[in-house]
């Protein structure tokens, strides 16, 4: 699987936890991390466009923040519209990375 698809996966979940069709199990299912996490974030298409590994400095560490200081519930899904958003800022931070990849195949990088 090359990393473009692996990162329309990651959007594809965020679209089901944003309909409310799925939760966020973290590295567990995280498509991206299937693949680069082995208890070191190693070769993320994440970490190479941020700069930063474990999604340092993401969308994801205020969705994260969220879900345990608002919720705390042990699935992390859509509860309130705070979540809505964080899930969509998220979901839209995965396309453009996608978007990004896909400009790098096509100029041939």
């Not at 309909?19 to 974030?41: A, I």
């Not at 400095?57 to 979540?83: D, L, S």
Request: aromatic fraction near 12%; proline fraction near 4%.
């Amino acid at each position: 699987m090359n990393k473009i698809s692996i990162m329309e996966a990651s959007v594809r979940k965020w679209n089901r936890i944003i309909e409310g069709k799925g939760s966020d199990g973290g590295v567990l299912d995280c498509p991206p991390c299937r693949f680069f996490y082995m208890l070191v974030c190693s070769g993320c298409p994440i970490a190479a466009y941020s700069g930063k590994k474990f999604c340092k400095e993401t969308p994801y560490i205020a969705w994260y923040r969220h879900q345990n200081e608002a919720h705390g519930y042990m699935f992390r899904k859509v509860y309130c519209e705070e979540c809505r958003r964080l899930a969509i800022d998220m979901r839209d931070y995965m396309q453009t990375i996608v978007d990004h990849l896909k400009a790098q195949q096509e100029a041939g990088e």
